[in-house]
């Protein structure tokens, strides 16, 4: 059974950083996306950033571009997204998401969250001002 288990979340002031990890388990292939995703109150979720299990160029929001860094060890079957520079606006949960797809389509971000179908629970960050 596939399974996804972010941990990582705090608060922290602005100008600070945090690491988010994402432990992906279940799949045998690699032909996986695994993407994070943040969700704000009051709004829709939307995606920050994505890398393909089978390697090739990470897909970022251009709102974190810059900023964060998504990666993985694929030893620990653990995928990491490193937040520096965070802002009041980089508040909210933030979940990671997986699904099989190619890699082309994962590096290009042509997906809406929906596309992904497993999901974790999701870890809250806030950022202070």
């Known amino acids: 059974q596939v399974q996804l288990v972010e941990s990582g979340g705090g608060s922290v002031q602005a100008g600070g950083s945090l690491t988010l990890s994402c432990s992906v388990s279940?799949?045998?292939?690699?032909?996986?996306?695994v993407g994070w995703f943040r969700q704000a109150p009051g709004k829709e979720r939307e995606a920050v950033a994505d890398i393909y299990r089978g390697g090739g160029s990470p897909y970022y929001a251009n709102s974190v571009k810059g900023r964060f860094t998504i990666s993985q060890d694929n030893a620990k079957s653990t995928v990491y997204l490193q937040m520096n520079s965070l802002k009041v606006e980089d508040t909210g949960t933030y979940y990671c998401?997986?699904?099989?797809?190619?890699?082309?389509?994962?590096?290009?971000?042509?997906?809406?969250?929906?596309?992904?179908?497993?999901w974790g629970q999701g870890t809250q960050v806030t950022v202070s001002s």
């Open positions: 998401a997986a699904q099989q797809m190619n890699r082309a389509d994962c590096s290009s971000g042509s997906w809406s969250p929906p596309d992904f179908r497993v």
């Open positions: 279940g799949y045998r292939v690699t032909s996986v996306c």
